[in-house]
């Protein structure tokens, strides 16, 4: 290797490694700022190791508000994430394997409609959602953050798995149905074996934005006995009372290891699913 490859190499990195810390600079901070006692967490703002180690912030924020512990909200979050997970891997494969492998009536006008949601934003359908679940009075509930997820799941997981399933084969449904198997057959046995990326992919998206979301929360759950963990960090700020600090950066880094423990165990079956998709 030449001194002007060498050159160029040591630039790259050094640019790569420079811009990876400015973006994970606010996570560092975070962690770093759970430790620091509440009168040095802005003092000394910029300082990522804290002078003096305060570990009185995560019981602190462990113990909640009004009885109601912490760990009640991480319970929460963890059974309306995973249900929804499931909802969405289950739902978006059935629906994406009509759209690519069966023929049926308005089968353009009804993916038509489905891309077009998918440009859709959620305020839009915000307000007759919210209608149609106080009348199954499903408000204070977890039924408007689960249900959904099994009837149709996300358009955008749909479209993924789609574009997955078009690059299988057809000859293997056919040799299949030959075989004698049944249409939902070819699916089971064929079609969502070799969809393992793909699903992996889906699982990882529903889950990550189903574990900050705060909207649907905030709109459908009423009783802190069954908020979620981002409407549990809110509890921390309080306009008359002022906001503590300490605690919800000690909260807020605990609700992300679960969302980076997931990520780093399955990084390369997101990388997979993504770049098998036809998507770039």
């Known amino acids: 290797m030449n001194k002007p490859t060498k050159l160029s190499n040591t630039i790259y990195y050094v ?50 508000f009004g009885g109601v512990g912490f760990d009640v ?14 909802g969405a891997i289950l739902s978006s494969s059935i629906v994406a394997y009509g759209f690519a492998r069966l023929r049926f009536k308005f089968k353009k006008v009804l993916f038509a409609c489905l891309i077009s949601t998918v440009m859709l934003p959620m305020q839009i359908t915000l307000i007759p959602q919210y209608i149609l679940f106080q009348q199954f009075n499903w408000v204070n509930t977890f039924y408007p953050l689960i249900v959904p997820a099994f009837l149709g799941g996300t358009p955008f997981f749909i479209f993924l798995l789609i574009q997955f399933i078009r690059g ?35 699982a990882i998206f529903a889950f990550m934005w189903s574990w900050d979301d705060f909207l649907s929360p905030l709109i459908y ?23 503590s600090w300490g605690p919800l950066l000690a909260m807020s880094s605990l609700s992300l290891l679960p969302q980076l423990i997931l990520f780093m165990f399955f990084q390369r079956y ?9 998507i770039k």
């Open 73 to 86: 909200y991480f319970k929460n979050s963890l059974f309306v994430t995973s249900s929804v997970v499931v």
């Open 168 to 202: 299988i084969p057809k000859e293997l449904d056919e040799a299949a149905i030959i075989d004698g198997c049944s249409t939902f057959g070819v699916f089971w046995r064929i079609i969502l074996p070799l969809l393992k990326p793909a699903l992996v992919t889906v």
């Open 270 to 278: 997101l990388v997979e699913g993504i770049a098998t998709t036809g």
């Open 15 to 64: 640019f790569v490694i420079g811009f990876s810390f400015l973006m994970l600079y606010p996570i560092l901070w975070m962690f770093g700022s759970s430790l620091k006692p509440e009168t040095e967490i802005f003092g000394n703002a910029v300082s990522l190791i804290p002078t003096e180690v305060d570990w009185l912030n995560y019981p602190e924020g462990w113990a909640g």
């Open 221 to 243: 759950l009423n009783s802190s006995e069954i908020h979620t963990i981002s409407l549990g960090l809110r509890n921390f700020m309080d306009a008359e009372a002022g906001t």
